[in-house]
Structure formats: C-alpha cells, structure tokens
C-alpha cells in the first residue's frame, strides 16, 4: 500500500511506538472550489455566506493499493471515494500551530 500526499506541504504523522513518518507533497494538488451565498447581515454588521463545496480538482482516478491524503474538505467533498483520507487527530505546539497528526482520518 502507498499512500500519496495531494497536499503542499509535507504531512508529519507522529507515532507513539516509533519514529514519525513524514510524507513529502506529491506535487499534486487537490483543491476544492466553494461557491457562497450571501445573504442578509447577522450581527455587528457582519454579512453571513452559505457555502457548497464544487468541483474537485487535482483528483486522480482511484488507484489499487494507493491512498490519497487530502484536506479536510476535498475530503468532504469526495466522501464517495473509498481511497481518500485526511490529517486526523492533530498535534499542535506550544504556539498553537500544527506540527503532525497522530491518524489519518476518514469519513462515514
């Protein structure tokens, strides 16, 4: 099993048992296109949007033994796919930033 990182950066996975695994970006990226709504002003003037994730773009076809690992919402928006993951459970510094992950996440 491979696993491809359609992400830009590198994607750190922190293991309890052992060293961390760091999957480089692949060069691929996937991306998801959003389209708004914006609708009246909510409080303090502030306008609020309803979102609907579009097109995947970046993609590749499904791939025996291959994972993708995308973000969060190229997740969401290809939940149909059986092959595709996200950062999962994330491991943050002091300073609040992400610096891993300790799973690779999926959705139902």
Known sequence: ???LNLTPHEIRFVRPEGEDLVLPPSGTVARVSVSRVYGEEAHLNVRVATTRPGEVQ?????????VCVVSRAVAEA????????????????????????????RLA
């Not at 970046?58 to 291959?66: D, E, H, K, M, T």
């Not at 939940?79 to 799973?103: E, H, K, S, W, Y």
Request: charge should be neutral.
């Open 1 to 3: 099993m491979s696993i």
């Open 58 to 66: 970046g993609l590749p076809a499904p791939r025996p033994g291959v």
């Open 78 to 105: 290809a939940r149909d796919r059986m092959d595709i993951f996200f950062p999962d459970d994330l491991v943050r510094d002091d300073q609040g930033r992400v610096i891993g992950a300790r799973a690779l996440g």
